[in-house]
């Protein structure tokens, strides 16, 4: 037997075949299917008959249609709003509830953290009440301070700073407890050497903190700027993309355009170049941030 | 002097985003007990003075909460005992043995976990028009399985990184005893492994029954889970809120509990999953 | 009667050699301890003996059979784990009956043979208890407890007393041994303490770096170790182990220490033919120098000074110094003299040990 050890062994692979055939089958599978149906002019009428295909047609219409470039503007937009404001929350966050100033932090983190639990669409739609112009709760409490109540949902820019505060609302609890975990794997004898060497708050803070929790910010940046980018639901069940429209982010016209049109060729071909778009977005911004560090 | 000064603000400041974050939870409670008509006036009601418990008659004798629920819940025993059957030898295997291509899977896996909840808008599409053709469509059982599968890279990776932690010695000791591989898994490993397989379920309980997306395409009406039937009670215009209250309320209360009992666990295994980064 | 036997057994991890080229023959019923220093291969040997890892060249055959492709379980052999590996979640009781759980046998016939072990090993009280309830030495017990019960033809044992503190280590030594002997089951023990190896083994194989320096009964590698490292490894305190030249003048033979010379003519032969070489590694124990105080000291072999005494009571070990070189010795009884004080020493020509200074192999004859 020419094997290593015991733990050599190919019955390794029967092991694993299971989990991997379903997600293959039933996850997998269907993306690959995607591309194809991109390559069809697949649409509500001719999808049982069976669709023909039409090679890059699709892709071509896409890539003149002003709609899809609206949407990725719209999308890149909120990316850089909603991005910075969730890290500095997330961050802001964590820093206070591992301050030692503050008491009783074991009751009140995981109580910060409840939110978390509350399925995504649960919380969405609760704000969509709050939301709502006549008696929402947020424009009565405005009235109440004196001023004048805000059209929310109805209102493109508006609705654009109300998707923020839902998406900061949903992501917080996350983005906090994993700077939290980062934070509090530091050492404490790095903070103490410190003290000894005269640092104060902001000087600890600066010089061990910042740089042990700069990598793991730095991959919740990322994952929370694709977040941003495949933005769906919040902006769909607000308000269905916008006041007629103005808000379709990118995953947003792409459903519209497969279940409210119909047109599933041309979807997917738009779902497939919202997703080679992320990859090459990520991927740049990789290289630009390995660049930097050299 | 100062610094207790500042205790107290600091204290203060998080008391806050405590009731920030838990004030929709609140809000929702209170919308549920109004009458619907008060919820028009421009009247603030902090303490619900005039509640009643007609959107929670109306939730447990006239609506279709009990079908919803009852959808909702085949779908989550599809997804979880796939899930976990096939998982959890799975990751094992990838903690102990050493196989060609073992990283790149987990690698993939890695990466895939990550976008997984955005590449489901965009497998949607093809989803939907894969079981159309399938005649597949409307089926709970086909959902829980699509579930299971999306599940897959993020919680093999998750209890890999687990049974990681867990020393090869006493999986040995089963081999030399004469344990086979599942005899092994399932006297020794699993047992040991309590804490992360508790977060694992935890993970897939809190994502199954907060998926909407998927479900509201692929399922017909009478199918519908919790998720779909609670947003289909969202109309363009009108929304009855305090039935819509009602049911979200008893919709969401068995995640929010099974979330904060298992906190105990999380703890333990979340840090052990990794998510340190 | 052979039991098991190496055959030429090697194991790489990647470029590092584990195990080099091991032939050994363990003997039925026989406790065999593989010493060594930490990285020497013991371990590695152990596990490819269970089977835990696959041998890179060579085999293991056991009652006449090629073990290469017998799984662990099925090699009728137990493991003493160093860290126990008792399984956490199951009592005492639950750990030692598990093997024969496995082997799906009736609950009746389990009981009873799990007690018959523990009132072998007296923990009949223990079985209840679950094993971060247990004291070091119960736990290690039932570790026996669980390797007894599957009636092997085999132990391994992977240094079990390491963990325990040091007087219940020299108590269950005792206990081992005689437990090995009453049960008659060949027993292959690894350690890296050489004095548990010495007061526990039938025969000890030496090991270092991966290679089987001598395998012996305990008193044969005390008196005869075969090349230096097992010279200078057996024995507290460690043998003197001196490099030197081999030089002929006038017609005697000599070990140029170039502190001091010892002369040797008296053994010149066997040296001449045995050595690749003139460089050669003089070994003494502590036991055969003599110390000669006051006008004596002109009579040894050369003068030295006191460098260091440490009184243990039923002996003295006394260090003494000449240039830079140290050499180590035991005195029996009384000894006074002051640090730097001139001594002589006389070094038991019949007593010492030549190895090749390249080789690391005995010289001289026995």
Redesign the interface.
């Given at each position: 037997m020419k094997r290593?050890?015991?733990?050599?062994?190919?019955?390794?692979?029967w092991?694993?075949i299971?989990?991997?055939s379903?997600?293959f089958?039933?996850?997998l599978y269907?993306?690959i299917?995607?591309v194809y149906?991109s390559a069809t002019n697949?649409n509500f009428f001719n999808?049982?008959k069976g669709p023909t295909f039409v090679g890059v047609e699709n892709y071509e219409t896409l890539l003149f249609e002003k709609d899809f470039f609206y949407s990725l503007i719209r999308t890149v937009l909120f990316m850089l709003t909603s991005v910075p404001l969730k890290v500095l929350a997330g961050l802001l966050?964590a820093i206070?509830?591992s301050?030692p100033?503050?008491?009783?932090?074991r009751i009140?983190m995981?109580?910060?953290l409840?939110?978390?639990?509350?399925?995504?669409?649960?919380?969405v739609?609760?704000?969509?009440?709050?939301f709502n112009v006549?008696?929402g709760?947020i424009n009565?409490?405005l009235?109440?301070i004196g001023l004048s109540p805000i059209n929310w949902l109805n209102n493109a820019g508006n609705a654009f700073i109300a998707y923020n505060i839902v998406e900061v609302?949903l992501t917080?609890?996350f983005m906090m407890?994993?700077i939290f975990?980062?934070i509090q794997?530091v050492p404490p004898d790095l903070y103490e050497s410190a003290i000894m060497d005269g640092a104060g708050s902001w000087a600890k803070f600066r010089h061990v903190t910042l740089p042990l929790v700069k990598?793991?910010l730095f991959?919740?940046t990322i994952?929370t700027g694709?977040?941003s980018?495949?933005i769906?639901?919040v902006p769909f069940?607000l308000n269905s993309g916008g006041p007629a429209g103005e808000n379709e982010f990118l995953?947003v016209y792409?459903?519209k355009e497969?279940?409210n049109l119909g047109r599933?060729g041309y979807?997917?071909a738009f779902?497939?170049l919202?997703?080679i778009l992320?990859a090459i977005l990520v991927f740049t911004f990789l290289k630009l941030t390995k660049m930097m560090e050299e | 002097m100062k610094?207790i000064f500042?205790?107290w603000v600091?204290?203060g400041?998080?008391?806050l985003?405590?009731i920030a974050?838990?004030f929709?939870?609140y809000?929702?409670v209170v919308?549920a007990l109004r009458p619907y008509g008060t919820?028009?006036?421009?009247?603030?009601m902090l303490f619900p003075i005039d509640a009643t418990l007609d959107a929670f008659r109306w939730l447990l004798f006239e609506s279709k909460f009990f079908i919803w629920l009852k959808n909702s819940l085949i779908v989550y025993m599809v997804t979880l005992f796939?899930c976990m059957?096939?998982?959890v030898?799975?990751s094992?295997?990838?903690s102990?043995?050493?196989?060609s291509g073992k990283n790149s899977?987990l690698s993939s896996y890695f990466v895939l976990s990550?976008?997984m909840?955005?590449?489901s808008?965009?497998?949607?599409?093809?989803?939907?028009?894969?079981l159309?053709?399938l005649q597949l469509i409307n089926s709970l059982i086909?959902l829980g399985?699509?579930y299971?599968?999306?599940l897959?890279?993020y919680i093999?990776w998750y209890l890999k990184t687990y049974f990681d932690s867990l020393?090869k010695?006493?999986d040995?000791?089963?081999?030399?005893?004469?344990?086979?591989?599942f005899?092994n898994l399932r006297?020794?490993v699993i047992?040991?492994a309590k804490p992360g397989i508790v977060v694992a379920i935890t993970l897939i309980t809190?994502i199954a029954?907060?998926e909407?997306?998927l479900a509201s395409?692929l399922l017909g009406s009478e199918n519908f889970t919790l998720?779909v039937g609670?947003?289909s009670l969202?109309a363009r215009w009108e929304?009855p809120?305090n039935r819509?209250?009602a049911m979200?309320i008893l919709?969401?209360i068995p995640?929010?509990t099974?979330?904060?009992l298992a906190?105990r666990y999380l703890k333990a295994g979340?840090?052990l999953g990794g998510?340190?980064? | 009667m052979e039991k098991i036997r190496f055959e030429h057994l090697t194991k790489k991890f990647g470029e590092v050699v584990a195990v080099d080229d091991l032939n050994l023959t363990v003997y039925d019923k026989e406790l065999i301890v593989l010493l060594g220093p930490s990285g020497c291969g013991k371990t590695t040997t152990l596990r490819l003996i269970?089977?835990?890892e696959f041998p890179t060249g060579g085999r293991v055959i056991m009652n006449g059979e090629d073990l290469t492709c017998v799984h662990?379980?099925d090699r009728k052999?137990?493991?003493v784990?160093q860290?126990y590996?008792l399984?956490?979640?199951?009592t005492a009781f639950d750990n030692i009956a598990?093997?024969l759980?496995?082997?799906k046998l009736h609950l009746n016939e389990i009981q009873k043979k799990v007690r018959e072990v523990a009132e072998l090993l007296n923990i009949e009280d223990l079985l209840h208890r679950k094993p971060k309830e247990l004291s070091g030495g119960e736990r290690q017990r039932v570790a026996l407890g669980?390797a007894i019960v599957?009636e092997p033809e085999v132990f391994l044992m992977d240094e079990p007393l390491s963990n325990l503190d040091a007087k219940l280590r020299v108590f269950l030594r005792g206990e081992l041994k005689s437990l090995q002997k009453k049960l008659g089951i060949t027993t292959i023990y690894v350690t890296h303490d050489q004095v548990e190896a010495m007061s526990m083994a039938d025969r000890i194989a030496v090991m270092n770096r991966g290679e089987l320096q001598q395998v012996s009964p305990p008193d044969e590698l005390y008196h005869n170790p075969t090349t230096s490292f097992v010279a200078g490894f057996i024995g507290t305190p460690p043998m003197n182990l001196i490099d030197c030249s081999f030089i002929e003048k006038s017609g005697r033979a000599f070990l140029d220490a170039g502190e001091f010379t010892i002369d040797v003519s008296d053994l010149e032969g066997t040296l001449k033919t045995t050595a690749t070489g003139s460089e050669l590694v003089l070994g003494v124990r502590p036991e055969d120098v003599l110390i000669l105080q006051g006008k004596a000291k002109e009579n040894g072999d050369f003068v030295a000074s006191v460098h260091t005494i440490e009184p243990l009571g039923l002996e003295v070990i006394v260090t003494v110094r000449k240039g830079d070189k140290l050499l180590c010795i035991r005195v029996l009884g009384d000894f006074r003299a002051s640090i730097g004080e001139e001594v002589g020493v006389s070094i038991n020509k019949q007593k010492v040990h030549i190895f090749d200074a390249k080789t690391g192999k005995r010289c001289n004859a026995a």
């Open positions: 290593e050890s015991l733990w050599h062994t190919r019955k390794a692979y092991y694993i299971p989990s991997l379903l997600f089958f039933f996850f269907p993306i299917y995607t149906i697949a999808i049982m966050l206070l509830f301050s100033l503050v008491k009783a932090k009140l995981p109580l910060a409840i939110p978390w639990a509350a399925p995504w669409f649960f919380s739609l609760i704000w969509r009440g709050m006549d008696f709760i009565k409490m009235i109440s609302y917080y609890p407890a994993t975990s980062a794997s990598k793991p991959w919740a994952m694709i977040a980018y495949l769906f639901g069940l995953l792409g459903y497969a279940f599933y979807a997917a779902m497939i919202v997703f992320l | 610094t500042l205790s600091l204290t400041l998080a008391l985003i405590v974050g838990l929709p939870l809000w929702i919308a919820l028009y006036t421009t009247k603030i796939t059957m096939t998982v030898p799975a094992y295997t990838l102990r043995f050493k196989f899977l990550q976008i909840t955005g590449m808008v965009m497998g949607l599409i093809a989803l939907y028009t894969l159309l053709k086909v399985l699509i299971a599968a999306s897959v890279p093999s020393p010695d006493f040995e000791a089963a081999l030399v005893d004469g344990a086979s591989f005899q006297y020794v047992p040991m809190v029954w907060s909407w997306t395409i998720a609670l947003v969202q929304t809120w819509f209250a979200s919709y969401a995640i929010i099974v979330f904060v906190q979340l840090t998510i340190k980064g | 269970a089977g835990l662990p379980k052999m137990s493991m784990f860290s590996a399984y956490p979640h199951m598990f093997p759980k496995i082997k669980r599957k």
